[in-house]
């Protein structure tokens, strides 16, 4: 067994067992900062799908918002389960999604138009939940309706966090096998080759916008379990906190700052942001509100000027130049 | 059915907001065409100004006129800062990493700003009379801020093709390889372009104050819509962005009036998206 393999079961096995660990008074809020951490992860590295190709969305926020509003209100206002309440949520973000990236692909909107594109369906989504403030509370958010003594997996709430950690665990290891078989496919190449040069990727035989919208779609699906899943966690969802800007820049700061070209990139970065974010806010308490991100901001530009390939992405490329040194690195 | 009176104060305020959204992106749209990074942060940089203006008048006394030229010189400085510090080192990186570097002086300047400052929302009270033209109710205070950023894009224009280092800095933005064969030196002309960009979020900055309350989130409620108008425009083309400017003001104006005021910026931002599909060089560009 290959020392990274060990590792790696090592750390699973860590993570299996923390629920049954006796960590004392703070067991439930260590449980909470991980399942959060989980979620995120998994929304990163479903983003990191598509950023790593060239395809940065800024507006992810949209399918995390499509996701946790429709389960949310179909359940609050029509009793639905999430089971079904769930995809339905998947399929709305997934339309959004074809019909957002469809005309991208076709008419070659690429880089900061696609940025700014994405940008912009973020910020619809938000709005028109803002607008249809009667039904989706607007800016105050909305809570989910207690299943009371039919919570369940039914409902899918549990009063119990360790339900959701494993949840959390689960469908973070979903997303690095998506991850990894993406990585492995011949998808792969075919969107390398349309990231560098979409008319030269075309000409050999690609086809460019069926690829990219597959991606697209794969990832905004993704998203949307994410967001489902959170809402139901959360048992809240706010236009701000679960759509918007403010979120789409979340997601991708943290995969760049962890690494978007590497497997665990974007959990390493969700889990430093999150575990940074709640260290300083325990310490600094309500004293020296916004200390937490303006360190974050400035770690940011650092790391875009000093470290590109984020910390997880440096340390994984310095660990193979050690491993094999007589390969020179890939330019 | 709305009474016409309401549309035509509609419009009216919405050629009054478009002067300020030109203004917004006249100058990022500098920085686009010559130096060729989006400056996600621009319109934080215009927010610093802002609370610079605030301070010098609330705290120092500064007279309101000086305090204003101050907040020009604070663009400027930050401009070149902006450039120093973040972009000369990554003016070879992806683009991609271009937006995130600036997007990380976004998150930067907004915590930065509730720190030092908190979230109040701070603004210069200016007690001019309302204008009552024919029943319709126009501020003075948005009339004088509209006249003076006129003046402000004119004096642009003629810095931009009436002195030596204008048309230098026009060239480098049509061939960035040729004017480095002309023997101009790009990288002067790129500190000179984020100084007088930086300058330009002064001049907003000290106008947008009498009008609107600063806050540390004031950037991220108009920096996306001052990228659409970048974008709509033709980044890069000066006089696009000018008109796209007045038209998405006017439907975020008459949109609010005849729906809601979210519903004015989604109809906007989707007016947005559908025209960049149609076309992507901008409203006034040319398909390539």
Redesign the interface.
Request: proline fraction near 9%.
């Given at each position: 067994m290959s020392p990274g393999r060990l590792a790696a079961g090592l750390g699973l096995l860590v993570l299996v067992l923390v629920p049954v660990l006796p960590l004392g008074a703070a067991e439930e809020y260590i449980w909470h900062v991980i399942i959060q951490i989980f979620f995120w992860s998994f929304v990163g590295t479903a983003w990191s799908l598509m950023g790593r190709f060239?395809l940065?969305s800024l507006g992810h926020g949209a399918f995390l918002g499509v996701g946790a509003y429709t389960s949310v209100l179909l359940w609050n206002l029509l009793a639905m389960t999430p089971w079904v309440g769930g995809p339905l949520a998947v399929l709305l973000a997934l339309v959004l999604a074809l019909v957002?990236a469809y005309?991208?692909s076709?008419?070659?909107?690429v880089?900061?138009?696609f940025?700014?594109?994405t940008?912009?369906?973020g910020?619809?989504v938000r709005?028109?939940i803002?607008?249809e403030r009667d039904w989706t509370g607007g800016s105050l958010g909305v809570s989910l309706k207690t299943a009371g003594t039919a919570s369940g997996l039914w409902t899918l709430q549990f009063p119990d966090k360790r339900v959701f950690y494993y949840v959390g665990l689960g469908v973070w290891l979903f997303g690095l096998w998506v991850w990894a078989r993406v990585d492995r496919s011949m998808a792969r190449s075919a969107m390398e080759a349309i990231g560098e040069d979409e008319t030269a990727a075309a000409a050999v035989g690609i086809h460019v916008t069926r690829f990219k919208m597959g991606i697209t779609a794969l990832s905004a699906a993704l998203t949307a379990v994410g967001g489902v899943l959170l809402a139901q966690y959360l048992a809240y969802a706010n236009p701000d906190t679960l759509s918007g800007?403010?979120v789409s820049?979340r997601i991708?700061?943290a995969v760049?700052l962890g690494g978007m070209y590497s497997l665990l990139g974007p959990s390493v970065g969700t889990a430093l942001t999150i575990a940074l974010s709640e260290y300083l806010r325990i310490y600094f308490g309500i004293k020296?509100?916004?200390?937490?991100?303006?360190l974050?901001?400035?770690?940011?530009?650092l790391?875009?000027?000093f470290l590109?390939a984020g910390i997880w992405g440096s340390l994984a490329a310095a660990w193979r130049r050690r491993a094999t040194p007589a390969r020179p690195a890939p330019a | 059915m709305i009474d016409p009176i309401f549309l035509v104060e509609a419009v009216v305020n919405g050629v009054l907001l478009g002067g300020v959204l030109a203004l917004l992106a006249l100058g990022l749209n500098l920085i686009f065409g010559v130096v060729d990074i989006?400056w996600i942060a621009y319109v934080d940089l215009v927010a610093l100004a802002m609370y610079a203006v605030y301070f010098l008048v609330t705290l120092y006394g500064v007279p309101l006129w000086l305090a204003g030229l101050a907040g020009i010189g604070v663009g400027a400085v930050l401009g070149v800062l902006v450039h120093l510090l973040?972009i000369s080192?990554?003016l070879t990186?992806?683009?991609?990493?271009q937006?995130?570097?600036t997007?990380?002086?976004?998150?930067?300047?907004?915590?930065?700003?509730?720190?030092l400052w908190?979230t109040d929302h701070r603004s210069v009270r200016v007690t001019l009379p309302t204008l009552e033209v024919a029943g319709i109710f126009v501020s003075f205070t948005r009339l004088v801020a509209f006249a003076l950023a006129l003046v402000a894009m004119i004096v642009l224009y003629l810095f931009l093709t009436r002195t030596y280092t204008g048309t230098a800095i026009r060239a480098v933005s049509q061939d960035r390889e040729a004017i480095a064969l002309m023997g101009a030196r790009p990288q002067r002309l790129y500190l000179v372009t984020s100084a007088v960009g930086g300058a330009m979020a002064g001049v907003a900055g000290a106008l947008l104050i009498i009008q609107y309350a600063v806050h540390?989130y004031f950037g991220?409620a108009f920096g996306?819509l001052t990228?659409?108008i970048c974008?709509l425009g033709g980044?890069g083309n000066m006089v696009g962005a000018f008109f796209a400017a007045f038209i998405m003001a006017q439907v975020i104006s008459v949109g609010g009036v005849l729906v809601?005021t979210?519903?004015g910026?989604?109809i906007a931002?989707?007016i947005?998206?559908v025209l960049?599909?149609v076309r992507?060089g901008g409203i006034f560009g040319r398909r390539t």
């Open positions: 060239g940065v957002v005309p991208c076709r008419f070659q909107v880089g900061h138009y940025a700014l594109v940008l912009a369906v910020e619809v709005l028109l803002i607008a800007i403010g820049l991708v700061f760049v020296l509100i916004g200390i937490a991100e303006t974050y901001g400035l770690a940011l530009i790391f875009i000027i590109p | 989006v973040i080192p990554i990186s992806p683009p991609i990493n937006l995130l570097a997007g990380g002086l976004l998150f930067f300047i907004q915590s930065f700003a509730t720190l908190s540390p991220a996306p990228f659409m974008v980044l809601s979210e519903m910026y989604v931002f989707v947005f998206i960049i599909f992507p």
